[in-house]
């Protein structure tokens, strides 16, 4: 593990005091599992598409049927 230092205001540093004496847990181990389910609500997913800029149209493959009929491809 990696130490790091989190500054609180009076009040949440308070809290957490009280929460962790009433459930017998250490301070750091409440800080760590609100971390983690704070990042957890964060999770960053790709975006279709992923670039914007210099690939063509992103709908090509969704209206190829479309396009070829328009060239008459195939015919």
């Not at 800029?53 to 328009?70: F, K, N, S």
Request: aromatic residues 6%; negative net charge; hydrophobic residues 35%.
């Amino acid at each position: 593990m990696i130490q790091t230092t989190v500054y609180l205001p009076d009040n949440l540093k308070q809290r957490l005091e009280k929460i962790a004496k009433a459930h017998n847990r250490t301070e750091a181990s409440i800080i760590r599992e609100a971390v983690e389910k704070a990042l957890d609500n964060h999770d960053v997913s790709p975006t279709v598409p992923l670039f914007t800029q210099g690939w063509g149209d992103p709908t090509l493959a969704e209206r190829i049927e479309e396009l070829l009929a328009e060239t008459g491809f195939g015919r």
